[in-house]
């Protein structure tokens, strides 16, 4: 069983930054996949991005240009790095991971960036 920690979340001025971190309860065997999923009020979640083995960085074409993904192996832990915060993207940020064929979910942590 795999637990997943995020943290990071808050409350923002649009142009603002964050930055998101989830930690896995224990190293993850390879391959993996870290990642993020978002999902505002009303809206269906929208997947953010991801990283496999800790190195293979993705992020969905919308959000390329403010928003990074990194992973820190040595720390079981997968980052999200958003910048220049936009109102739409207030959401609940969840983190994941794939690992044997197993999926794991984080408990979310709320981004709200006000205009």
């Known amino acids: 069983q795999v637990q997943l920690v995020e943290s990071g979340g808050g409350l923002v001025q649009a142009g603002g930054s964050l930055r998101l971190s989830c930690t896995a309860s224990r190293s993850l065997f390879s391959p993996n996949i870290m990642g993020w999923y978002r999902q505002a009020p009303g809206k269906q979640r929208e997947w953010v991005g991801s990283?496999?083995?800790?190195?293979?960085?993705n992020i969905v074409d919308s959000l390329k240009g403010r928003f990074t993904i990194s992973g820190d192996n040595a720390r079981n832990t997968v980052f999200l790095q958003m910048n220049s915060l936009k109102p739409e993207d207030t959401a609940g940020y969840y983190c994941y991971a794939v690992n044997m064929g197993t999926h794991y979910w984080g408990q979310g942590t709320q981004v709200t960036v006000s205009s």
């Open positions: 990283i496999t083995n800790g190195s293979n960085a």
